[in-house]
């Protein structure tokens, strides 16, 4: 079990909700201030959907394939889990971008591909 249906397992039992959906995750090159070191398996940065100075987050984890690495300067396409909360409901749409941060540091951007539950709840 990968940690996205580990992490929804606990959720459900503390009744804590996530939405789901489809990404293009583009990763900053490490010249322009992204990772130095690759993505794998689970990575569970902030999403900042709100303006760059908002300190406003919310946690996701973006769920790589086993084997696949996405390196500084790549995208790839992935599963987000976002746990859910009441100011996320405007911002979940198709084509939504936002940014991925370890705390107020940007290491990249998202952009909404397909949502698979929570638009607009």
Not at 1 to 23: E, F, K, T
Not at 55 to 66: F, S
């Amino acid at each position: 079990m990968g940690w996205i249906a580990n992490v929804a397992v606990i959720c459900s039992a503390m009744s804590i909700d996530l939405v789901h959906v489809i990404a293009e995750v583009r990763l900053l090159p490490t010249n322009e201030g992204g990772k130095t070191i690759p993505l794998c398996g689970s990575y569970r940065p902030n999403h900042n959907f709100f303006d760059a100075s908002d300190t406003v987050m919310t946690v996701g984890a973006i769920e790589l394939p086993e084997g696949v690495k996405v390196y500084p300067g790549e995208a790839v396409v992935a599963p987000i889990a976002l746990l859910w909360w009441p100011g996320l409901a405007s911002q979940i749409h198709v084509g939504r971008e936002w940014r991925i941060q370890e705390g107020a540091h940007l290491v990249g951007f998202g952009r909404i591909i397909r949502v698979l539950d929570g638009e607009g709840r």
